[in-house]
Nanobody
Framework: QVQLVETGGGLVQAGGSLRLSCEASGRTLSRYAVGWFRQAPGKERERVGAISRTGGSTWYAESVKDRFTISRDNAKNTVYLLMNTLKTEYTAVYCC????????????????WGRGTPVAVSS
């Protein structure tokens, strides 16, 4: 079993940037593709991006393409989500999830996911 802990969320003004981290324990993260999704109050869960096990492939939702960048450091068992030019509608709890299969973290289901870190974007 793998445990995931997200950090780095907070309050930021529109147009600003944040970098979120997803750190794994229990198993080496290099076994998994990793995805990020967000959950805003009253809205459906939205997958925003994913990265393959080696980091050689990435995928982004159209809503965040060119604003978000996912990277990983397998030596640190950590995946990062860099969010630039933030919009107020990006306010949500951001969570990471893992699956051995890259397709599964893009469309679901994931094997494991964390509790998330809240991001609030003010105008």
């Amino acid at each position: 079993q793998v445990q995931l802990v997200e950090t780095g969320g907070g309050l930021v003004q529109a147009g600003g940037s944040l970098r979120l981290s997803c750190e794994a324990s229990g198993r080496t993260l290099s076994r998994y593709a990793v995805g990020w999704f967000r959950q805003a109050p009253g809205k459906e869960r939205e997958r925003v991006g994913a990265i393959s096990r080696t980091g050689g492939s990435t995928w982004y939702a159209e809503s965040v393409k060119d604003r978000f960048t996912i990277s990983r450091d397998n030596a640190k068992n950590t995946v990062y989500l860099l969010m630039n030019t933030l919009k107020t509608e990006y306010t949500a709890v951001y969570c990471c999830e893992v699956n051995e299969d890259f397709t599964a973290v893009r469309v679901g289901p994931a094997n494991y996911w964390g509790r998330g870190t809240p991001v609030a974007v003010s105008s």
